[in-house]
């Protein structure tokens, strides 16, 4: 099974800053490597499939990189409404698995 | 727009079963993938079984192999997992969510709680 793990845990930034959330996976997993934003006491949202890919709607400010075992979630000139809990998600192969997570919170 | 409602959570004792249920509209039901996901309280997500489109091949976490029984009607446009055997560890929000393409979650619903406690 592929384990994902994310660093770091929790994220402190303000208004504006720039933050980097970074995903690792146990095996080259290529880029089948999604992201999720989750708000407290709602569903996840599907941000970024494919490593990089920008789902419809979600705003340029946050991009995706990586590939082989190595990603990252970048979230430029963070806005009021980014203050939340990030996932990563591997989709190459099953079991699916996630990061544990990342709380951004503000600073 | 797509909609998933689940259904069916509650408390339920160690042991016991539990069929929960997942309403879907807005997309044609029978042309995708469909999954569950789990999240234990205050904790990360976990992904627990995928059914594909036509209800053949399906897959689960180690987790609940055996005790968990993913389907669907299609027919109903409904998605449905059947829990036996629930444990303490198997307390969550139980969300239902639309695969956009071989593990790719893009619609989720709203969660449904399920509760297990003597």
């Known amino acids: 099974d592929i384990q994902m793990t994310q660093s770091p845990s929790s994220l402190s930034a303000s208004v504006g800053d720039r933050v980097t959330i970074t995903c690792r996976a146990s095996q080259t997993i290529s880029t089948y490597l999604n992201w999720y934003q989750q708000k407290p006491g709602k569903a996840p949202k599907f941000l970024i499939s494919?490593?990089?890919n920008l789902q419809s709607g979600v705003p340029s400010r946050f991009s995706g990189s990586g590939s082989g075992t190595d990603f990252t979630l970048t979230i430029s000139n963070l806005q009021p409404e980014d203050f939340a809990s990030y996932y990563c998600?591997?989709?190459?192969?099953?079991?699916?698995?996630f990061g544990q997570g990342t709380k951004l919170e503000i600073k | 727009q797509v909609q998933l409602v689940e259904s069916g959570g509650g408390v339920v004792q160690p042991g016991g079963s539990l069929r929960l249920s997942c309403a879907a509209s807005g997309f044609t039901f029978s042309s995708f993938g469909m999954n569950w996901v789990r999240q234990a309280p205050g904790k990360g997500l976990e992904w627990v079984a995928f059914t594909r489109f036509e209800g053949g091949n399906k897959y689960y976490a180690d987790s609940v192999k055996g005790r968990f029984t993913i389907s669907r009607d299609n027919s109903k446009n409904t998605l449905y997992l059947q829990m036996n055997n629930l444990r303490a560890e198997d307390t969550a929000i139980y969300y239902c969510?639309?695969?956009?393409?071989?593990?790719?979650?893009?619609?989720w619903g709203q969660g449904t709680l399920v509760t297990v406690s003597s």
């Open positions: 494919g490593a990089s």
């Open positions: 998600q591997q989709s190459y192969s099953t079991p699916y698995s």
């Open positions: 969510a639309k695969d956009q393409n071989w593990g790719l979650f893009d619609y």
